[in-house]
């Protein structure tokens, strides 16, 4: 059983910054890419960054030069730190990670269960 645990979300105000922490734990032997994802209310879910464990990073374009994904390989984290937050930044952010348990197996898609980030005066 893997899980993605997220943290760092909250209300902050248009300029401000947050950071969101995501660590996976249980039965994992590798994880390659690690990534965040945002839904807004009445959307749909997009990207806003990912990072392989080779350190390749993507980013949404409405993030770019604001947002910044990162990783510890062996704290199997991912952070994603938000400068210069705007009101339509405001989302529940999610964690994505592809993780196989065993040498050999299967690669799988897991979630975390979200955390709101508000930005809003």
């Known amino acids: 059983q893997v899980q993605l645990v997220e943290s760092g979300g909250g209300l902050v105000q248009p300029g401000g910054s947050l950071r969101l922490s995501c660590a996976a734990s249980?039965?994992?032997?590798?994880?390659?890419?690690m990534g965040w994802y945002r839904q807004a209310p009445g959307k749909q879910r997009e990207l806003v960054a990912a990072?392989?464990?080779?350190?390749?990073?993507n980013y949404a374009d409405s993030v770019k030069g604001r947002f910044t994904i990162s990783r510890d390989n062996a704290k199997n984290t991912v952070y994603l730190q938000m400068n210069s937050l705007k009101p339509e930044d405001t989302a529940v952010y999610y964690c994505n990670a592809d993780i196989t348990s065993r040498v050999g197996s299967s690669w799988y898609d897991y979630w975390g269960q979200g955390t709101q980030v508000t930005v809003s005066s």
């Open positions: 249980g039965s994992i032997f590798s994880i390659y890419a």
């Open positions: 990072i392989t464990s080779g350190g390749s990073t």
